[in-house]
Nanobody, 125 residues
Framework: VQLQASGGGLVQAGGSLRLSCAASERAFNSYTVAWFRRAPGMDRTFVAGTHRTYGRLYYDDAVKGRFTFSRDNARNTVYLQMNGLTPEDTAVYYC???????????????????WGQGTQVTVSS
């Protein structure tokens, strides 16, 4: 599965961006999909995602209420709507896909088999 992430950019604090991640295969629609981010000098961490079996959405506490994960199966695309951005959200954002992620590993980057190239989000104060 090839993933193409886009939508990053420079935005002022309080602004919004919508990230997109398009997959090359329709099988993507039955996989677990997540967004991760890597802030400067930090490890890559889970942001939001949905498990292939349970369907519910999961968010990191730092983004809950501000970010919204969604998917359009007809377009093989997932989105991350980011509102109320703060400088602490500055990072490279990655989409990731896993065909066999168990729920307890949803937030673990090692559980995902396929990764997009990342898109830079920079929030100025």
């Amino acid at each position: 599965v090839q993933l193409q992430a886009s939508g990053g950019g420079l935005v002022q604090a309080g602004g919004s961006l919508r990230l997109s991640c398009a997959a090359s295969e329709r099988a993507f629609n039955s996989y677990t999909v997540a967004w991760f981010r890597r802030a400067p000098g930090m490890d890559r961490t889970f942001v939001a995602g949905t498990h292939r079996t349970y369907g519910r959405l999961y968010y990191d506490d730092a983004v809950k209420g501000r970010f919204t994960f969604s998917r359009d199966n007809a377009r093989n695309t997932v989105y991350l709507q980011m509102n109320g951005l703060t400088p602490e959200d500055t990072a490279v954002y990655y989409c990731a896909v896993g065909p066999s992620v168990i729920l307890s590993n949803l937030r673990s980057e090692s559980a995902y088999a396929y990764w997009g190239q990342g898109t830079q989000v920079t929030v100025s104060s």
